[in-house]
C-alpha cells in the first residue's frame, strides 16, 4: 500500500470521526433543552395531522388544512407513530430526538456543503464552527414540532442540488425540494424564487427541470383542493384570507409573538405609532403588492419602519421560537443572530467580489434569498422564527471565509477592510432597529387597530 493511500485513508477516517463528533455536540445541545412539556397553539396541530392520519379522526380539521400545506402532517408522521406503541407520554421526548437530529444533519452536512459550494476552504473547521453555531441558534426549536427547521432544510438541498453536477435529475430534485420547503412553509417562496433566479442564470438548462420538480412537488396540494373544494388551486383555500388579514396589519405592526407565560394573554404585538398615524387615512391593503405599494407611497419614512421590522425579527432569545414578555434589554442570543447575520453577509459579499464561476452565482443567491426573507418580513406581519434563514444563510457566509490552511493568510487588500466595515456597520444598524422595532409593544391580546397603536405614543407621552 502506497503511502499517498495511507494518507488518504487516514484522512477520511479523521474526517469520518469529526464528522460524528460535531454531529454528537448539535445533538446533545438539543437534548439539553429537555422534552416540552405539553404542545401548544401551532404545535397542537402540527402534532395533530400526523396523529390524526394515524387514527380516525378527521386530518383536514385537525391539521387545519384549509390554512396549511397539505404535507405538513407528514413531517412528525415517525415520532407521531412511534408515540402510539411507546404511549402518549413520550410524545415530547419523542419530537425532541426527531428535532435533534435534523439540526444535526444540517448544522454538520448542510450548512458546511453549501459554504464549501460558495468557495473551498477547510471542511473539519468549517464543520466544527457550524456546529457551535447552528446547535446554539437551533436549539429553541428542539423541543416543538414546528416546521421553520424541516422547511429550511428542504430549502437548503434545492441550493445544494442545483450547484452540484448539472445532471437532469438533480434539477428535477431541487425544483421538488423547493416546492416541500414552501408547502411546508409559505413564507419561502420569495426567498426561493430569487435565489432560484440567480442560479438560473448560471445553469439556464436547468430549468425545465426544476420546474418540473416544482410541479411534483405541488400536485398534492393541488389535487387535494379539487378533491375537497373543487378548486385547482396550488394553495390552500383559505391562504387569500390570511394574506389578506397579515398584509392589513402589515402597515403598522412590526413583530408578533407567542408568549409561552401561563399568567398572562399568549398574544403579544409590538407595532410603530408614528407610521401608523402616517398612514391612518389610507385604505388597508389587502396583499403583499398593496403593503409594497404603502410602503412606496411614505418614502422614506417607510424606510425606517422596514429596519425596525427586519431588526426585531432578530432580537432572539433562550426561548425563541417562542418569546418572553417585552423587555428593553438586548439577549446575549439576540446579539449572537445580530453579528452571525451582519458577519455572514459581510463573507458572501466577499464571496460575490472574490469567487469565480459557479461560487460567486452560489454567493449572489444566498444573498439574494436573505434580501427574500427581508422582504417578507417586511411585507407580512413577522414573528422571530421568520430570521432563522437569515441565521442560518449568516452561519453560511461566515464558513465562506474559513480558508484551506490558517497559515495561507494573504495579504490584505483594500476591499477586505471595506466589507468588513460593512459587516460592522450592517450589525451596529441591526441593533439599534431592533432596539427601536420593539419600543413599542401592545397590551397582551389581540392586534386591533392602527388607532390602537396611535394611542400608545400618546400614553407614553403622558405617563
Given amino acids: ?214 410541479v411534483i412537488g405541488v400536485l398534492p396540494q393541488v389535487l387535494y383542493n379539487a378533491i375537497t373544494t373543487g378548486s385547482w388551486s396550488p394553495a390552500p383555500h383559505a391562504t387569500a384570507f390570511l394574506v389578506k388579514v397579515q398584509s392589513a396589519q402589515a402597515t403598522y405592526a412590526i413583530r408578533y409573538d407567542t408568549v409561552l407565560e401561563a399568567a398572562r394573554h399568549p398574544q403579544q404585538w409590538y407595532c410603530s405609532p408614528s407610521y401608523a398615524a402616517l398612514g391612518a387615512a389610507d385604505d388597508p391593503p389587502t396583499s403583499p403588492f398593496a403593503v409594497a405599494g404603502s410602503l412606496m407611497s411614505h418614502l422614506p419614512d417607510s424606510i425606517r419602519f422596514a429596519l425596525e421590522k427586519i431588526g426585531a425579527t432578530l432580537r432572539w432569545s433562550l426561548t425563541t421560537p417562542f418569546e418572553p414578555s417585552p423587555t428593553p434589554q438586548i439577549s446575549a442570543m439576540a446579539l449572537l443572530v445580530v453579528l452571525v447575520v451582519a458577519a455572514g453577509a459581510a463573507g458572501l459579499i466577499w464571496a460575490v467580489i472574490n469567487s469565480v464561476g459557479l461560487g460567486r452565482f452560489a454567493a449572489a443567491a444566498l444573498l439574494s434569498m436573505g434580501v427574500g426573507v427581508m422582504g417578507t418580513v417586511v411585507l407580512s406581519t413577522p414573528e422571530t422564527r421568520f430570521a432563522l434563514p437569515l441565521a442560518m444563510i449568516g452561519i453560511v457566509g461566515v464558513l465562506t471565509v474559513i480558508p484551506h490552511s490558517v497559515r495561507r493568510v494573504r495579504r490584505v487588500r483594500g476591499s477586505d477592510v471595506t466589507v468588513a466595515a460593512a459587516g460592522v456597520a450592517l450589525a451596529a444598524l441591526l441593533l439599534w432597529a431592533g432596539l427601536s422595532g420593539v419600543a413599542h409593544p401592545m397590551p397582551p391580546g389581540p392586534m386591533a387597530t392602527p388607532a390602537d397603536c396611535i394611542e400608545l405614543a400618546g400614553s407614553a407621552g403622558s405617563s
Avoid: K
Fill in 1 to 214: 500500500m502506497s503511502v499517498s493511500t495511507v494518507r488518504n485513508a487516514e484522512g477520511r477516517r479523521a474526517r469520518l470521526i469529526n464528522l460524528a463528533a460535531a454531529a454528537a455536540l448539535v445533538f446533545a445541545v438539543q437534548l439539553l433543552r429537555g422534552p416540552a412539556s405539553s404542545f401548544l397553539y401551532d404545535g397542537v396541530q402540527y402534532w395533530g395531522g400526523p396523529l390524526a392520519l394515524l387514527g380516525d379522526e378527521g386530518v383536514s380539521e385537525v391539521a387545519v388544512l384549509n390554512i396549511r400545506g397539505v404535507l405538513t402532517p407528514l413531517v412528525y408522521l415517525v415520532p407521531a407513530a412511534a408515540s402510539l406503541v411507546i404511549g402518549s407520554g413520550s410524545a415530547g421526548l419523542l419530537v425532541l430526538v426527531w428535532n435533534a437530529l435534523l439540526a444535526a444533519g444540517v448544522c454538520v452536512l448542510l450548512l458546511p456543503r453549501l459554504a464549501s459550494r460558495v468557495a473551498p476552504g477547510h471542511e473539519i473547521t468549517r464543520t466544527w464552527i457550524s456546529a457551535v453555531l447552528g446547535a446554539v441558534l437551533l436549539s429553541g426549536f428542539a423541543p416543538y414540532p414546528l416546521l421553520d427547521v424541516w422547511s429550511l432544510a428542504f430549502a437548503i438541498t434545492a441550493l445544494l442540488l442545483l450547484t452540484a453536477r448539472p445532471e437532469w435529475w438533480t434539477a428535477l430534485l431541487a425544483g421538488l425540494a423547493a416546492a416541500v420547503a414552501v408547502d411546508l412553509r409559505p413564507s419561502y417562496l420569495l426567498p426561493l424564487a430569487l435565489a432560484l433566479i440567480v442560479l438560473f442564470i448560471a445553469r439556464p438548462r436547468s430549468i425545465l427541470w426544476t420546474g418540473a420538480g416544482a
